[in-house]
């Protein structure tokens, strides 16, 4: 069966600190992956989405960046954290467009 | 643009009475909505599709193209129906959430 995870779970970070986020996915080839943002009364917003390896859509322009090593590896990151993003951070999959999304476990980002 | 618009952050409602979440999209071809909730301390997870109609948990959703919306609805609402629900859309994005609607079912 697939599986997604990503961690870290919690993570507590200075003002102007790198960041890197990691998901993977197993049980399952050429996924689509996301990065999504969950903030208090703004729902889910979409931060990116990749198709392929090294393939990156970024939807919202901000602070942060994304990779994608590997089928299975997406990897969420800043290079300067700004105090706005903090937040809670969910990856995400899907076997293909239209399809049924699972999500990962969720990561907490406070930016101090 | 693509949208989908949840009116009500919050909803209470005592339980036993009836729920009705309300979505409603902007698209102008034909899109494959959802529903995901989450509970305390879970993952988001699927509910239902309107594809598939299926009632989950008590749950039933029907896609109106006339109007563009899906709500959500449940006759009688449990107090483990207290979480997070957000509507989803794919059209020819990636897929897009409302805000989230938080149901509150009160003893």
């Known amino acids: 069966s697939q599986t997604i995870h990503q961690w870290p779970a919690t993570l507590v970070q200075p003002v102007g600190s790198p960041l890197s986020l990691e998901c993977t996915v197993e049980g399952t080839s050429n996924p689509n992956l996301y990065w999504y943002r969950q903030a208090a009364g703004r729902g889910l917003q979409l931060l990116f989405y990749?198709?392929?390896?090294?393939?990156i859509s970024s939807e919202v322009p901000q602070n942060l960046s994304a990779s994608r090593p590997q089928d299975r590896q997406f990897i969420l990151s800043s290079k300067k954290l700004l105090l706005s993003d903090s937040g809670f951070y969910l990856c995400a999959w899907t076997a293909g467009s239209g399809n049924t999304i699972y999500f990962g476990e969720g990561s907490w980002l406070t930016v101090v | 643009a693509q949208r989908v618009t949840q009116p009500e952050k919050l909803l209470s409602v005592f339980k036993g009475a009836p729920v009705e979440l309300k979505c409603n999209y902007s698209y102008s071809g034909s899109p494959e909505l959802f529903w995901y909730v989450q509970y305390s301390r879970q993952r988001l997870q699927l509910l239902l599709r309107?594809?598939s109609r299926e009632s989950i948990k008590g749950f039933t959703a029907d896609l109106n193209k006339g109007e563009t919306s899906f709500h959500l609805k449940k006759p009688f609402a449990q107090e483990e129906d207290s979480a997070m629900y957000y509507c989803?859309?794919?059209?020819?994005?990636?897929?897009?959430f409302g805000k989230g609607t938080r149901l509150s079912v009160i003893a």
């Open positions: 990749s198709v392929g390896i090294g393939q």
């Open positions: 309107h594809i």
């Open positions: 989803a859309f794919s059209g020819n994005t990636p897929l897009v």
